[in-house]
């Protein structure tokens, strides 16, 4: 029996994080962004209160790329996002275990966003935080760790938000995680990064020997297959096995611009060093393309979805489509990654290959990279694309003290090589031991007092003022 919990309180804060480089990605450049920091007070069934937490960076123009909002607009999506959440999570004032409360939230979460303009994969967010937060919090009270807690199924997790699958196939997949000891990183080289030469793409330095690489697109053809050659030449300048994955973050306008590019990977042999080491390409095109259009031949290239993995049922739409696979990210919810990766094992089982995918939209050193890095290793993905580390300078402006005690609960995944404290990379892999702690993959929480409240979100008046 899963315990059950009631939420006492849930508050909301930021701090700046200013890049160390601009990364850009679609049509957007990024070189500064709030991360939200959520804290919840529960009451767990027998077992008193507790505190937990999560993390994630408010990034613009990913969530919504509506090309007539601005970047601060997106942003004030997520925060609308939240606080429409918070409202829903607290209105629940019964005993239930946390994915009940989740269930119970997120179809009128995403109800409730869309008549406030907010798309379905930004109202996904508010939910997506908060119930970190809550596992954190639930793990700290039966004093067990994430990855013996989501074993035992400690949230609850059922069938009643993907009907496609049973009962029985959620506990079994939950029972038999052996989480991974590492996960290699996946090193993004972003559209503005350089590419030969110091700082390049064989730069040992920069790409932390890395064995896997995450090449942004630009979705122009012509101009991604120059760049995509000239990386394939670095790459082939090193002295190890790599492998690559594609991203064009829905910049392909539609099939026949996909199909261009493909055309180039399958017949220019100047591409040779990418397709021999291609795994998939990444939510190519738009995401409400992408549900109108099946791959049909070009399937074989292997696709998955991102940016339109905007509810439950989006992988099932994805497959029927001709796409393979679908990424885990946090920031999308962790109980949605977990049904997914469900589903991947049981269609794997049939013979064809499924899978998921680890993408990191610039998970920050402390809470966020742990609890994505711990999903992660949790169902399997044995490696994922981790960039807040080469975008940010370590743990940014987060006080040196807190920084510290990252450091000093989780000496596997942070060290200080003279440029401060920093994401510790082994050989190309992070190393997952002290994410063992009691609570969801943290040891420590923020703190608190040097954080700013959650910035209020304008008006669309205001913001046009």
């Known amino acids: 029996m899963s315990p059950r919990l009631k939420l006492r309180d849930i508050a909301f804060f930021e701090r700046p994080v200013h890049f160390a480089r601009p990364f850009r990605f679609g049509a957007i450049t990024i070189n500064a962004t709030p991360q939200l920091f959520v804290r919840v007070e529960i ?20 969530f919504d790329k509506r090309p007539e909002l601005s ?16 409202g829903l999570y607290l209105a629940r004032t019964g005993f239930l275990t946390a994915f009940d409360l989740h269930a119970s939230c997120i179809g009128a979460q995403v109800a ?14 508010g939910p997506a935080e908060i119930d970190k937060a809550i596992l954190d919090a639930l793990l700290r009270a039966a004093e067990t760790n994430f990855f013996d807690g989501m074993a035992g199924n400690i949230a609850g997790i059922d069938a009643r938000l993907s009907p496609d699958l049973t009962e029985a196939d959620l506990a079994t997949f939950l029972a038999d995680r052996k989480p991974l000891p590492r996960v290699a990183i996946r090193h993004t080289v972003g559209l503005d990064d350089t590419v030969e030469g110091e700082g390049g793409v064989a730069d040992a330095r920069e790409n932390s020997g890395a064995r896997y690489f995450k090449l942004k697109l630009s979705g122009d053809p012509v101009a991604d297959a120059t760049r995509l050659a000239r990386i394939g030449k670095e790459l082939d300048a090193l002295d190890r096995d790599t492998k690559v994955t594609l991203d064009a973050n829905e910049q392909y306008a539609d099939l026949a611009a996909l199909q261009a590019l493909i055309d180039r990977l399958n017949h220019d042999p100047a591409l040779r060093p990418i397709t021999s080491r291609l795994l998939y390409v990444e ?3 738009p995401r409400d393309i992408t549900r109108q259009a099946p791959l049909g031949s070009l399937a074989a290239r292997g696709f998955i979805i991102d940016e339109a993995d905007d509810s439950y049922d989006a992988f099932p739409a994805a497959r029927a489509l001709g796409y393979r696979g679908i990424s885990s990210k946090s920031c999308k919810g962790l109980y949605k990654s977990i049904v997914n990766a469900t589903r991947a094992a049981k269609w794997s089982a049939g013979g064809e290959k ?5 993408e990191d939209l610039t998970c920050q050193a402390g809470l966020a990279v ?18 807040g580390h080469h975008y940010v300078d370590g743990f940014g402006e987060t006080p040196a003290a807190e920084a510290q005690a990252f450091a000093a609960a989780h000496p596997d995944l942070y060290a200080d090589a003279g440029r401060g404290i920093r994401l510790s990379i082994h050989k190309g892999d992070l190393l997952t031991g002290s994410l ?4 969801f993959a943290t040891s420590v929480h923020p703190d608190w007092s040097a954080l700013a409240l959650l910035e209020q979100p304008k008006s669309p008046q205001e913001q046009l003022a």
């Not at 009451?43 to 993390?55: D, F, H, P, Y």
């Not at 499924?354 to 680890?358: A, K, M, P, Q, R």
């Open 436 to 439: 063992h702690s009691k609570g």
């Open 354 to 358: 499924f899978f998921v995918t680890g």
């Open 112 to 125: 409730m966003c869309a008549k406030k303009n907010i798309p379905a994969l930004a109202a996904a967010y």
């Open 370 to 387: 742990q609890q994505d890095l711990a999903l992660g290793a949790f169902i399997g993905v044995t490696h994922a694309e981790r960039n």
């Open 283 to 285: 939510q190519p095109m």
């Open 43 to 62: 009451e767990v069934e027998g077992k008193g209160t507790a505190v937990g937490a999560s993390a994630e960076l408010l990034v613009p123009k990913w």
């Open 71 to 86: 970047p601060t607009q997106t942003v004030d999506g997520l925060r609308r996002s939240l606080q429409i959440a918070r």
